[in-house]
């Protein structure tokens, strides 16, 4: 351990902290779009809309992370990487209707958007409501 370490506490500490495991499928071809509009229909779904190379994107999706705490199944979770595919970024604003933003989570039901959140408004409690 340096002398950084025992100054901080960077190494015990965090150590023990336990990541969760969150159920992200990733979101990289336009065909699964369909699929969202398909599955929506029985359970919700979320996309989550992330800027890899943005320092809000990076905190709200790290705090949202930490929060996630829904039952297994309960909805499908995707995951959009925005520097990688802006193009389904801007489709997922066409066909549900929403202003692109980014971070940005939507939540879909019967193909359609039913809740639409950006920046700090974003929260993993949020989704308990409409499951």
Not at 78 to 87: F, I, T, V
Request: aromatic content about 8%; overall charge neutral.
């Amino acid at each position: 351990m340096g002398i950084l370490d025992k100054l901080f506490g960077t190494s015990a500490a965090s150590e023990k902290i336990e990541k969760k495991l969150i159920p992200w499928k990733h979101l990289i071809s336009m065909e699964q779009l369909n699929e969202i509009i398909e599955i929506s229909n029985t359970k919700p779904v979320a996309i989550f809309k992330h800027s890899t190379r943005c320092g809000i994107s990076n905190m709200v999706i790290k705090q949202f992370e930490r929060e996630f705490n829904l039952p297994e199944n309960s909805l499908d979770l995707y995951y959009l990487d925005l520097l990688n595919h802006r193009d389904i970024s801007n489709e997922i604003a066409a066909r549900f209707q929403v202003f692109h933003q980014s971070p940005q989570l939507l939540i879909i039901k019967n193909g359609v958007t039913v809740f639409e959140a950006s920046h700090q408004s974003i929260q993993a409690s949020l989704l308990e409501k409409y499951i």
